[in-house]
């Protein structure tokens, strides 16, 4: 297992890097910040709460140095997120600005939750030998990414070149092994990035994370309509909440993946075809 | 008698000396203005085309530079490069007091710059970079109002001051 455990202490206050490295090292999934309360160590065997108060120097200290003290270069920080070297994702709740009936930022920061990107290399070896577009979906936390990731390195080694749109630049960040035919195209939107990815880079296969809007679905359809074979991934408890989602209509309607691949919490999975109901 | 002498030469020179370190003072706060408002255009059009992070900024101003302004910001992207100070301001702050020496109004633009950076989004960002411009641009263009006959008065009047008190002296 790999983690840029050094990453995520830097963005971290000074008075909660040793704890933070003490308690959650090996286990962490998250860490919550949460203004005036305890910071939460979220671990898969349950929470531990730190002995301090979390204060707004504490949650501006995260926000300005997981920037790297750069708000334009954190263009997501309106989508309510940045993330920081490492591939680490930090969500973030507060007092939001609207500008033109958008997000335009947050004003002041109540609550982050810093996700830890780990990299577990070999664990989608038994769903590289699925042939077809293959869509990974899963609650929360379940570790799309973290498959999506080693599916992405295990076609690529396999022979496949594979262009990875990678908009929250979560996938590979520094230091995580990308695969001998992998592309990585980072900081532009899915849409817009799959399009390149066609027209330029004579992509065998195109892999996106984490699908959310409907012009994601459109440009996963013209893609697939070119001949590329396709990876996603999709926020989706099972096959019901994902039919469930009109945004995802096209992608049933036209058979767009043929296998999904269906995460449980525990991290466990199992496969589904997607097929059309006559 | 000749000790006499060699006190009203050495109250001369020092007077003399004075006035023309006063000018080369001028020259060289003239020198770090103007680079340093060629740094800020330079950021600029980092920050628009490229939206570059500030540490890679700095580093990018440091490189361009020389002396003092180089050892600025090479201080200001150790620094943010550290993570360890709250905001781009402290750590301007933490630079400046590692680089002594430098003319108070080119500290004064440097610690606008400072409290300005980071706190923006990139609109934000360049229009602060464009105020500290025009405060460094506002103080060239007054240093280059009778530049030449300032600098000839310093000296000038340095010997004279240095002469008249060495015959006093004698």
Known sequence: MKCAWKELLAILPLRLRADVDKYGKDTMQELRLRLGRPPEIVTDRGSRWLPVEVTAQDLSFVVQTASKYSPWAASTVAKGYITAAGGHRIGMCGDVVMKDGSVAGIRTVTSLCIRVARDLPGIGARAAGISGNILIVGPPGSGKTTLLRDLIRQISDSGQAVTVIDEREELFPAGFMQGRRTDVLTGCGKTEGMEMALRTMGAGCIAVDEITAQEDCEALQRCCWCGVRLLATAHAGSIRDLRCRSIYKPLWDNEIFGNILILRQDKTWYTERMMVCR | ?170
Do not use: W
């Open chain 2, 1 to 170: 008698m000749p000790v006499r002498y060699i006190g009203a030469a050495i109250v001369f020179l020092s007077c003399g000396g004075f006035g023309f370190l006063k000018a080369a003072h001028f020259r060289r706060e003239e020198r770090l203005l103007a680079e340093l408002i060629r740094l800020l255009e330079q950021m600029q059009s980092e920050l628009e085309f490229r939206l570059t992070p500030l540490p890679m900024i700095c580093e990018h101003a440091a490189q361009e530079a020389a002396g003092s302004l180089k050892a600025v910001f090479s201080a200001l992207a150790a620094e943010l490069e550290a993570q360890v100070a709250p905001d781009a301001s402290a750590c301007m702050q933490a630079a400046l007091k590692r680089v002594a020496d430098l003319p108070e109004n080119l500290q004064k633009a440097l610690t606008m710059l400072g409290n300005s950076l980071g706190r923006f989004d990139l609109q934000g960002q360049m229009n602060e970079l464009c105020a500290v411009r025009e405060f460094c641009a506002s103080h060239y263009g007054r240093m280059q109002e009778n530049r030449d006959a300032r600098l000839r008065s310093y000296q000038s009047l340095g010997l004279c001051v240095g002469a008249g008190l060495a015959i006093l002296f004698l």
